[in-house]
C-alpha cells in the first residue's frame, strides 16, 4: 500500500477515536465510530484475497448495521427528551437500543457471530488492530453511559459472553479464531463488572489490550496461524518461546501472572455485589478458557516439530522486528500482579 495512502488511514483511525473520546453529543460521538470503521475497511482489504475481501464485507454490514441502530436509538432519545448530549439518556429504550448497538459492535455474545470469522480472514497486523484499537471508542462511550444501562441486562450479556468465549475456543484450531474467541470472553468480564465498578473495567480492558498486543506480535515474528505451526515456530528462539508459553498463560488468567488480577479483583467485586452465581460461573467459564490457552503452551514449549530444522540458520529475530515494543508488552503482561494494591488504590 501507498505510504501517503498508509498514513492518512492510520491517521484517521487515531482521529476516529479521539473524536469519540471527546465528544460529549451523539451525532459527534457517532461520526467518529464512521470514521473509524471506514478507515479500517481499505486496511482489511488490502490483501486483495477471497478470505480478506469476505471479512471485509462482513465487517462493513455488522458495523453499518450497529451504526444505524446507534444513531436511530439517539435520534429516539432526542425525540422524546430532547438532549443529544451522551449522558442525557433519559429513555430506557433508547438506551437498550444503543447497549445493542455497541454489543454489536464489539462483538459481545450473542452478537458476536460475525468476530470469529472477520478475524480469521485477515492478516495477524489487521487482526491486532480489530482486537485492539477497535474496542476503545465503543468502551469510551459504554464507560460514560453506564449508570444509565439496566445492569441486569449488561450481567446476562457479559455471563453469556463468558460462556460463549470459554465454549467456543474449545475445538479450534486456528490461532486467529482463538484469539476471537478469548476477546468475546474478556469482553465479558469487562460488560459484568461495568455497572458495579467501570475502573475495573478501565483496568482490564488496558491489561487485554497489552497482553492482545503481546500476542499478536509473537504469532507475527513466528508467521504462525495453525496450532500445528508454532512447534516449528518456536524453536527458532528458545526466549520468545518461553514469553509465549507465559503471556498465553496470562491471557488465560493463571496466577501469578498479570492476567489474573483483573479476573481476580472482578470476582472479588461480584462477591462483594452477592452476586455469587454469576462470580462462580464466569470462575468456571474462566477454566474452560484457561484450558485451550494450555493446548497452546503446549504446541509452543513441549512439542518439537516433525520437519527437519536447519540449524545453521540463525535463531535471532531479524532487526526490522518491533523487539523493544514486544520486551515492553511482554514484561507487562507477565510481571504486573506483585502491583495489585498500587493498581487497586489508583483505580479506587
Same mark, same amino acid.
Given at each position: 500500500?501507498?505510504?501517503?495512502?498508509?498514513?492518512?488511514?492510520?491517521?484517521?483511525?487515531?482521529?476516529?477515536?479521539?473524536?469519540?473520546?471527546?465528544?460529549?453529543?451523539?451525532?459527534?460521538?457517532?461520526?467518529?465510530?464512521?470514521?473509524?470503521?471506514?478507515?479500517?475497511?481499505?486496511?482489511?482489504?488490502?490483501?486483495?484475497?477471497?478470505?480478506?475481501?469476505?471479512?471485509?464485507?462482513?465487517?462493513?454490514?455488522?458495523?453499518?448495521?450497529?451504526?444505524?441502530?446507534?444513531?436511530?436509538?439517539?435520534?429516539?432519545?432526542?425525540?422524546?427528551?430532547?438532549?443529544?448530549?451522551?449522558?442525557?439518556?433519559?429513555?430506557?429504550?433508547?438506551?437498550?437500543?444503543?447497549?445493542?448497538?455497541?454489543?454489536?459492535?464489539?462483538?459481545?455474545?450473542?452478537?458476536?457471530?460475525?468476530?470469529?470469522?472477520?478475524?480469521?480472514?485477515?492478516?495477524?497486523?489487521?487482526? &491486532?488492530?480489530?482486537? @485492539?484499537? +477497535?474496542? *476503545?471508542?465503543?468502551? %469510551?462511550?459504554?464507560?460514560? #453511559?453506564?449508570? !444509565? =444501562?439496566?445492569?441486569?441486562?449488561?450481567?446476562?450479556?457479559?455471563?453469556?459472553?463468558?460462556?460463549?468465549?470459554?465454549?467456543?475456543?474449545?475445538?479450534?484450531?486456528?490461532?486467529?479464531?482463538?484469539?476471537?474467541?478469548?476477546?468475546?470472553?474478556?469482553?465479558?468480564?469487562?460488560?459484568?463488572?461495568?455497572?458495579?465498578?467501570?475502573?475495573?473495567?478501565?483496568?482490564?480492558?488496558?491489561?487485554?489490550?497489552?497482553?492482545?498486543?503481546?500476542?499478536?506480535?509473537?504469532?507475527?515474528?513466528?508467521?504462525?496461524?495453525?496450532i500445528n505451526s508454532i512447534a516449528s515456530s518456536s524453536t527458532k528462539s528458545p526466549l520468545l518461546s518461553i514469553i509465549t508459553l507465559l503471556t498465553l498463560l496470562s491471557l488465560g488468567g493463571l496466577p501469578p501472572l498479570s492476567g489474573f488480577m483483573p479476573k481476580?479483583?472482578? &470476582?472479588?467485586?461480584? @462477591?462483594? +455485589?452477592? *452476586?455469587?452465581?454469576? %462470580?462462580?460461573?464466569?470462575? #468456571?467459564?474462566? !477454566? =474452560?478458557?484457561?484450558?485451550?490457552?494450555?493446548?497452546?503452551?503446549?504446541?509452543?514449549?513441549?512439542?518439537?516439530?516433525?520437519?527437519?530444522?536447519?540449524?545453521?540458520?540463525?535463531?535471532?529475530?531479524?532487526?526490522?522486528?518491533?523487539?523493544?515494543?514486544?520486551?515492553?508488552?511482554?514484561?507487562?503482561?507477565?510481571?504486573?500482579?506483585?502491583?495489585?494494591?498500587?493498581?487497586?488504590?489508583?483505580?479506587?
Amino acid at each position: 500500500m501507498n505510504p501517503t495512502v498508509l498514513t492518512i488511514l492510520i491517521s484517521s483511525l487515531g482521529l476516529g477515536t479521539t473524536l469519540t473520546f471527546i465528544g460529549s453529543h451523539w451525532l459527534l460521538v457517532w461520526m467518529g465510530l464512521e470514521i473509524n470503521t471506514l478507515a479500517i475497511i481499505p486496511l482489511m482489504i488490502r490483501q486483495h484475497h477471497p478470505r480478506a475481501v469476505e471479512a471485509t464485507t462482513k465487517y462493513f454490514i455488522t458495523q453499518a448495521t450497529a451504526s444505524a441502530l446507534l444513531l436511530f436509538a439517539s435520534i429516539t432519545n432526542a425525540w422524546t427528551s430532547g438532549e443529544w448530549s451522551l449522558t442525557e439518556m433519559i429513555n430506557p429504550t433508547s438506551a437498550t437500543l444503543a447497549l445493542t448497538a455497541l454489543a454489536l459492535k464489539i462483538g459481545l455474545a450473542p452478537l458476536h457471530f460475525w468476530l470469529p470469522e472477520v478475524l480469521q480472514g485477515l492478516d495477524l497486523t489487521t487482526g &491486532l488492530i480489530l482486537s @485492539t484499537w +477497535q474496542k *476503545l471508542a465503543p468502551f %469510551a462511550i459504554l464507560l460514560q #453511559l453506564y449508570p !444509565l =444501562l439496566n445492569p441486569n441486562l449488561l450481567l446476562s450479556l457479559g455471563i453469556l459472553s463468558t460462556i460463549i468465549g470459554g465454549w467456543g475456543g474449545l475445538n479450534q484450531t486456528q490461532l486467529r479464531k482463538i484469539l476471537a474467541y478469548s476477546s468475546i470472553a474478556n469482553l465479558g468480564w469487562m460488560i459484568t463488572i461495568l455497572h458495579y465498578a467501570p475502573n475495573l473495567t478501565l483496568l482490564n480492558l488496558i491489561l487485554y489490550i497489552i497482553m492482545t498486543l503481546t500476542t499478536f506480535l509473537l504469532f507475527k515474528i513466528f508467521n504462525s496461524t495453525k496450532i500445528n505451526s508454532i512447534a516449528s515456530s518456536s524453536t527458532k528462539s528458545p526466549l520468545l518461546s518461553i514469553i509465549t508459553l507465559l503471556t498465553l498463560l496470562s491471557l488465560g488468567g493463571l496466577p501469578p501472572l498479570s492476567g489474573f488480577m483483573p479476573k481476580w479483583l472482578i &470476582l472479588q467485586e461480584l @462477591t462483594k +455485589q452477592s *452476586l455469587f452465581i454469576p %462470580a462462580t460461573i464466569m470462575a #468456571l467459564m474462566a !477454566l =474452560l478458557s484457561l484450558f485451550f490457552y494450555l493446548r497452546l503452551c503446549y504446541a509452543t514449549t513441549l512439542t518439537m516439530s516433525p520437519n527437519p530444522i536447519n540449524m545453521s540458520s540463525s535463531w535471532r529475530t531479524k532487526s526490522n522486528h518491533p523487539t523493544l515494543i514486544l520486551l515492553t508488552s511482554a514484561i507487562l503482561s507477565i510481571l504486573l500482579l506483585p502491583l495489585t494494591p498500587t493498581i487497586f488504590m489508583l483505580i479506587s
